[in-house]
């Protein structure tokens, strides 16, 4: 299908349609990429500690180092991504080569190294620190790659819902499948008695190698079939309007703490693990909760329609309240019903899969508000900022639980781990998350720009481009006109108290 137009009555802007074969492509590539972060985010802490035998406190250490060079990586990746400027576009000639070395980086995050000592722990952190770098060249282009499929916000929206799919399956999907592939290969190749959690742990990482290598068609068929789609007036971005971003990005600042403070559920799914080994006593009950959760996605029908008749910022702090309330009954019954608790982390999966979509679309539409305060598209550095973040909330999640582990005398080599670490795991991954769900909303109440103010921006840049039209047609009127129309909508934003 190729790409369709139609005018948009409202500002005489041609609108571009993306095609079926745009959104399950992109679809595709989010779903192979994320397959690769969800794994280490759910897995690498047990992987260092119950297989390569590195303590949890020193596995903490190695993802809050990573994330100190992030800080200082990801801007650099960023500023390269905007910097290119190249025929072949943007931000998908970027996706054509990373893709392969996500898994590369993935395998050799996973490699069950026979090391000990200081050595062990320094290949353990510099093969996660180097797929971290590779991560970033490759999420950066792909959420940024959401602006420049359509001009038109609607298409983008649901270009970045479509997406925002492929990511939430690509997170649940791990627990789903890392369990079977793991135990399969534990029990038929190594030679573990039975499919239970010593299969499991002996066949971890060769899981996960198998999967990783699975998700590279998916990311390449992602590249394939995509478009950019760029206005000709977009001038190549220089290292000072990068530094323009970062500097009035202040929306942008506020979605991204809401985002980092998404932590406490990183937390959770990085011990989720450990609670259905220890707890309730079986890893299957994992991929019984992800089999369940994955009905949620029949639900995303709704999103389009809650985002029509609500802001986005109620609709986020309704899930706050929500995920709070139905976490309450643990508070009552513990963990020693394994019904219920069954049901509500499945309920709980549906809730965030429900709005999943909130924060990359929020981020999306910060794009436009930093060209308006800037004068330049800087996609890769406004989303670098979610790369950023969303890496710092997993290594932050990662780290914790390293140090919660290890704070409540978890030993890896017990053949059964006492009550008060058991209780320690259930109160860290299922209870702590409602702390963070009050700081989100209070966070939430910073927010600013909202739909009503992204719709004027949104105008006054179509303005910006028409305007550009009309002087490379030399007709000085048509310009000038659209100059006062430009004026016009900067007043109506201004009255609208955003700065």
Not at 142 to 151: D, E, I, P, R
Not at 355 to 376: D, Q, R
Not at 464 to 478: G, M, P, R, S
Request: proline letters at 3%; glycine letters at 6%; aromatic letters at 14%.
């Amino acid at each position: 299908m190729e790409l369709v137009e139609e005018a948009r009555e409202e500002t005489n802007v041609v609108v571009q349609k993306i095609s079926a074969k745009e959104l399950v492509a992109y679809f595709c590539y989010g779903f192979g990429q994320v397959l690769n972060y969800a794994m280490v985010g759910t897995y690498l802490t047990i992987f260092y500690t119950d297989y390569l035998k590195i303590s949890a406190s020193i596995a903490g250490v190695i993802f809050l180092i990573a994330r100190v060079w992030d800080a200082i990586n990801d801007p650099m990746m960023a500023a390269l991504i905007d910097y290119t400027n190249s025929p072949k576009g943007k931000f998908r000639i970027w996706m054509k080569w990373i893709s392969i070395f996500i898994v590369l980086t993935t395998i050799v995050t996973f490699i069950p190294w026979n090391l000990k000592g200081s050595v062990l722990v320094a290949v353990a952190g510099i093969s996660y620190i180097l797929w971290g770098m590779v991560y970033t060249i490759s999420d950066v282009p792909f959420w940024s790659l959401s602006t420049v499929m359509s001009n038109d916000a609607q298409e983008r929206s649901k270009a970045v819902t479509v997406a925002n799919t492929g990511v939430s399956l690509g997170f649940l999907f791990p627990p789903l499948v890392v369990p079977l592939f793991s135990k399969f290969i534990g029990h038929n190749f190594l030679g573990v008695n039975g499919f239970g959690n010593e299969a499991f742990m002996a066949g971890l990482p060769y899981g996960i190698m198998a999967i990783a290598l699975l998700t590279f068609p998916l990311m390449l068929f992602g590249y394939l079939g995509t478009k950019e789609r760029r206005h000709a007036s977009v001038e190549k971005v220089k290292i000072k309007d990068m530094l323009n971003t970062v500097r009035t990005a202040r929306p942008l600042f506020v979605i991204c703490s809401i985002f980092i403070s998404n932590v406490f559920w990183d937390l959770q799914n990085a011990l989720l693990t450990y609670f259905f080994i220890v707890n309730l006593g079986n890893i299957d009950y994992q991929s019984t909760v992800t089999f369940f959760s994955l009905f949620a996605y029949g639900m995303l029908v709704l999103y389009p329609v809650l985002t029509r008749r609500f802001k986005k910022k109620r609709i986020l702090q309704a899930q706050l309240i929500l995920d709070t309330l139905i976490r309450l009954p643990l508070l009552f019954f513990g963990y020693s019903n394994v019904t219920v608790v069954l049901a509500v982390i499945v309920a709980l999966n549906f809730l965030q899969t429900l709005t999943s979509a909130l924060i990359p679309n929020m981020i999306g539409e910060c794009v436009e508000y930093c060209e308006y305060k800037t004068g330049k598209r800087t996609e890769g550095i406004v989303f670098s900022f979610q790369t950023f973040s969303g890496k710092l909330k997993t290594a932050i999640a990662l780290g914790v639980s390293g140090f919660a582990l290890t704070l409540i005398n978890y030993n890896p080599s017990a053949a059964q781990q006492t009550t008060a670490v058991a209780n320690g795991i259930f109160f860290v991954s299922l209870l702590l998350p409602i702390l963070g769900n009050i700081i989100k909303f209070i966070f939430s109440l910073f927010i600013r720009y909202t739909e009503d103010e992204y719709r004027l921006v949104v105008r006054y840049l179509d303005k910006k481009y028409q305007k550009a039209d009309a002087l490379e047609a030399e007709d000085t009127l048509l310009a000038q006109n659209l100059e006062n129309q430009m004026t016009q909508l900067q007043n109506e934003i201004t009255q609208t108290g955003l700065k």
